[in-house]
């Protein structure tokens, strides 16, 4: 009697190295979202911002006001290289380049707690749509007039006995939700 054949041994989960995702997002590609961060003063979340951009493949960084831009060492260490392969630019006036913005279609959301925010996760995002998100000062947060100027206001929900977390850490909470609505996956390492 034939014996059928084995199956085949499965194959050992493997942590991917930085070779396997080389070049993978081209241009093309990218996210329709874009992050406006305006008078941050760490650089080091600049540098966090800029890995953020990256990971999600995201349009632009926009670096208003007092923050910090390229080429500057604590900003490069933590970006690892990222603000090389990220579209980014600097102006002083953020209601200039939301203006610009708006005017090319963009829609403008703030990451704030304010009396009227939502939670980011009840933000709707159609497919496709494009968003800048914008972000404050680590001490002050979003200025009243960057909210004045938003389409909306969202939060994260905060459950701790603090009202906010690092700035850099909630940009990239806030985008992996907004993108979670905004992008159609394309690979199972893609998924959410």
Known sequence: MPTSPRPPAPTPDRQLG???????????????????????VDAAN??????????????????????????DARLRRTAR????????SRDD????VLARLRADGWR?????????SIDVRRLAVAPGE????????ESGGVSEALLAASDAV????MRGHNSSMNVAVAAGIAVHEITGKSTVYSSSHDLP
């Not at 999600?56 to 926009?62: M, S, Y």
């Not at 494009?130 to 000062?137: D, Q």
């Not at 969202?154 to 929900?157: I, Q």
């Open 18 to 40: 930085h070779a396997d995702h080389a070049g993978r997002t081209a241009a093309a590609c990218r996210t329709p979202l874009r992050l406006l961060a305006h008078d941050l």
């Open 46 to 71: 600049v540098g966090s911002l800029f890995r953020i951009a990256d990971a999600f493949a995201l349009d632009h960084l926009h670096l208003t006001g007092r923050t910090p831009a390229p080429p």
């Open 81 to 88: 290289h990222a603000d090389r392969h990220v579209p980014w």
């Open 93 to 96: 006036d953020p209601l200039a």
């Open 108 to 116: 403008v959301v703030s990451l704030e707690i304010t009396t009227a």
């Open 130 to 137: 494009r968003v800048c998100l914008v972000l404050g000062a």
């Open 154 to 157: 969202v939060h994260l929900p």
